[in-house]
């Protein structure tokens, strides 16, 4: 269990008032005007609705189904076994590292923002611009990927009820199309509908893990111990079983990404700097414990995994349902749980996903910055960074039409980029940590501005003494192996249609961009910029 230390604010007190009179709204406000921003975005959420925002954008349990054929192919049983665990670890360290950050500045552009605040420097603005790009092509390439195993998965489903039904690429990108609609209507409702949903879709995600175990474990046959625990495969044909585990482990590594959705809503959560750290704890926790039950018992109720895995739908969860069941109706019903949680989750993700699009606009990190951050001043949303991601990934869409294998490296996109967010600022608080350069925090919410430039304090949580850089290196361990196995392919020596693209697609868009700060952005790019002169030092 990972020990941190969690401080009350002293100054609160009952009826969401601070000592000083100040509601808690009032306070998050001042306390953001303290880092150079003016508040824009209505706090909507509280603990509840952004617990469960994070549980399903987080999603682990319905992740890992939907990616359950890499990590068994390249693995085996075993391997997914002993994979889900030390990815499980290192996503915990992860996230005690991103909420150590939230905690001492909760501000929409986490990552970026956090680097400028961390970095030396000389290499602050870089470092801040180059992070905040690695964060837009992990979010949108993740709302993508996530928005198309939606609409296979939908496919899927009706190939298994209608054997005679033809699956068709194009049609697979119109549902594609129609899962993004819903999410953008949702999220230009605006008011209290998203967290609101959030809340009743919390509970779907836990009763729903419970709906499908109960009936896939008690009408099953039960594979032998033997057979999940020490049982692995090289499908891939790797050098070795070693090599094979951790190309597999790496989908493992998309169950659990995306952490830092909550962060991305800091400014429309009541009581950031204590409610983020506690919902991505809670949220790490929770889901870590539903994954790894539905590992267990996905791996014991497969009666034939090899015919699973070739499975005509695409997805071998949705035969092992079947043959667990013996009955289609009952299939039909399961998979029907995990549909609704993975349309939902879309709505969560383009939520973090144009906020922080926003946030670095506003900084005037992209192009066309004037327009992605402009907020509505009717319902306090960011509607122009909303409709350009909708439109991102309906564009993305079409590749399915003509690859979904090349659509899937929008699968490995998303993990690179969001974990190569995660190592920069990982890298500079491990630094900073080290040097032993932030202060204690004092219970006088006043010291607390870590913005650029000025002298950093720890905020209300924190990973203590030595434990805590245990913590944060580990943390930096792991993420380098996910980002480095993730340009991997599945299989040695692939074919064209088999290679992985996803480091020319990283790579492409990182050398765009770093062309466009020399040309562009270094000229009007300055990290993190001060919209309010209201910043106590």
């Given amino acids: 269990m990972v020990a941190y230390e969690l401080k009350n604010q002293a100054s609160v007190i009952s009826g969401g008032e601070t000592r000083s009179g100040m509601s808690i709204q009032d306070r998050d406000n001042a306390h953001l005007r303290r880092m150079g921003k003016k508040p824009v975005l209505k706090r909507n959420f509280g603990i509840l609705s952004i617990l469960g925002f994070s549980c399903t954008v987080l999603g682990t349990w319905e992740g890992m189904l939907g990616t359950f054929l890499s990590p068994v192919t390249n693995g085996g049983p075993g391997g997914a076994v002993y994979g889900f665990i030390f990815a499980w670890v290192g996503t915990v360290c992860i996230f005690v590292v991103l909420s150590e950050l939230a905690s001492m500045a909760p501000t929409a552009g986490g990552q970026y923002h956090w680097a400028a605040m961390l970095a030396p420097i000389k290499f602050q603005k870089f470092l801040s611009y180059i992070t905040g790009w690695f964060t837009i092509i992990g979010w949108q390439c993740g709302f993508a990927a996530s928005a198309f195993l939606t609409g296979t998965m939908i496919q899927g489903t009706a190939v298994l009820a209608h054997s005679k039904y033809d699956a068709l690429p194009w049609q697979g990108t119109l549902i594609v199309w129609l899962a993004l609609l819903v999410a953008l209507l949702v999220n230009l409702a605006g008011g209290k509908l998203l967290p609101r949903l959030e809340a009743v879709v919390l509970v779907v995600h836990v009763l729903g893990f419970f709906g499908i175990m109960i009936p896939l474990v008690y009408m099953s046959d039960h594979a032998a111990t033997h057979d999940v625990f020490l049982s692995f495969q090289n499908d891939g044909e790797f050098a070795t079983q070693g090599l094979s585990w951790f190309v597999g482990m790496t989908s493992l590594g998309f169950a659990f990404a995306g952490g830092d959705a909550a962060v991305h809503m800091a400014e429309e959560i009541v009581n950031a700097a204590r409610v983020i750290p506690q ?211 599945s299989k040695m020596n692939p074919g064209v249609d088999g290679m992985n693209y996803s480091v020319v697609g990283i790579g492409g868009c990182t050398i765009l961009a770093t062309l466009y700060y020399f040309v562009r952005a270094r000229k009007i790019y300055t990290g993190p910029i001060v919209e309010t002169s209201d910043m106590s030092m």
């Fill in 279 to 489: 919902a991505l704890l809670l949220s790490v926790g929770i889901n870590g414990c539903l994954g790894f039950g539905m590992l267990i018992a996905m791996l014991f109720c497969a009666s034939d995994l090899k015919s699973a895995l070739e499975s005509p739908t695409g997805y071998p969860f949705m035969a092992i349902f079947f043959q667990a069941t013996n009955s289609l109706p009952g299939t039909l019903a399961m998979i029907s749980i995990v549909l609704v949680i993975y349309c939902c989750a879309i709505m969560g993700l383009l939520a973090a996903a144009s906020r922080q699009l926003w946030s670095f606009a506003r900084d005037r990190g992209v192009p066309g910055w004037r327009w992605w951050s402009n907020v509505s001043p009717s319902n306090q949303l960011p509607i122009y960074s909303v409709i350009l991601s909708v439109a991102i990934s309906t564009l993305l869409a079409l590749i399915n039409i003509g690859s979904s294998v090349a659509l899937g490296d929008i699968l490995s996109m998303a993990v690179s980029g969001l974990y190569l967010s995660y190592l920069t600022i990982s890298v500079l608080l491990l630094f900073r940590r080290v040097r032993g350069d932030i202060s204690l925090y004092n219970d006088n919410e006043d010291d607390i501005i870590n913005v650029p430039g000025s002298k950093l304090v720890w905020g209300t949580f924190r990973c203590p003494g030595v434990f805590g850089t245990l913590v944060n290196l580990f943390a930096v361990i792991y993420i380098t192996i996910i980002i480095f196995f993730s340009f991997w392919p």
